[in-house]
């Protein structure tokens, strides 16, 4: 189904959807010349990494694809939060999206440590969207499954790992399991950020 039928069928149903605004990104340089590249509220509680786009997105300058971007935003609502409540961090060097994980590979370096002695960002919780995103916030190679439905902490900081919008898509059964991450995230949040770690 392509986007614009999708729009009319949940127009029909009165289902409003909330479409980003088009707004430029701002690249952060961290350790060792990494650039991360984010979007939104710097001063946001929430903290989102996801992984690049793929080359083949129309709309590279936002996190996500087409109809992965409406899903986030679907995502976020879902939540009560908007593109305003958050801040977006793409990451934008390394290993794209759909490369499986090999001992040989260049790690992508993110440090909490580094984006917050340069006053950039103060989240208080981080949420990571997809394999990649989850193994580089949290330096390791378990794989996604083994991640979710879980809290984890980097820097006292809690992290939910959530599954990627363009999987959920490829993937309906696993949009139930994505929901009550967003959920248990939103949990974490209301409750001041407490969570049991991983």
Known sequence: ???ALRLQYLEAMGIDVWVPRQKSASNLVINQGQTLSGMGNQKADWLIVVEAPSSNDSMSDLPFGNNAGLLF???LRAIDLSYEDVFIIR????IAANHSSSSDEVEVQFSMGDLNSQQLIRPKIIMAMGEKAAQTVLKTRQPLASLTGQ???INKIPVVIVEHPAYLLSSLLEKRKAMQDLYYAKQIHNEGNKCEAG
């Open 73 to 75: 935003s679907e995502m």
């Open 151 to 153: 809290c984890h902490y």
């Open 1 to 3: 189904m392509d986007n």
């Open 91 to 94: 990451l934008v060097d390394g």
